[in-house]
Nanobody
Framework: QVQLVESGGGLVQAGNSLRLSCAASGRTVSIATMGWFRQAPGKEREFVAA????????YDGDSVKGRFTISRDDAKNTLYLQMNSLKPEDTAVYYC?????????????????WGQGTQVTVSS
């Protein structure tokens, strides 16, 4: 079992930055890929970014590439999401997820462990 706890969300003005963190505990040796997803009110949970055990990354190209950066510190069992130039449309609950599969995955069905989420609100 892997437990994930996100932190770092909050209320910011458009154009500002936030860094989300996700602390993993439990059977962390089994974690290969980690990812960030987000869910806005009334919408489905959508992929944001993922990072594989090799360090390879993938992003949702249309909405966040060039503004968000995913990284991980395996020594600290922590995943990060640096979010710059935030926009009101980035407002959502952001979820951390972990997968046993060693590829940077975009599909939420391939992640077996999820955090409880952290709220990010961007005001205009």
């Amino acid at each position: 079992q892997v437990q994930l706890v996100e932190s770092g969300g909050g209320l910011v003005q458009a154009g500002n930055s936030l860094r989300l963190s996700c602390a993993a505990s439990g059977r962390t040796v089994s974690i290969a890929t980690m990812g960030w997803f987000r869910q806005a009110p009334g919408k489905e949970r959508e992929f944001v970014a993922a990072i594989a055990s090799s360090g390879g990354t993938t992003y949702d190209g249309d909405s966040v590439k060039g503004r968000f950066t995913i990284s991980r510190d395996d020594a600290k069992n922590t995943l990060y999401l640096q979010m710059n130039s935030l926009k009101p449309e980035d407002t959502a609950v952001y979820y951390c997820a972990a997968s046993l599969l060693p590829f940077a995955l975009r599909s939420k069905s391939l992640y077996g462990s999820w955090g409880q989420g952290t709220q990010v609100t961007v005001s205009s």
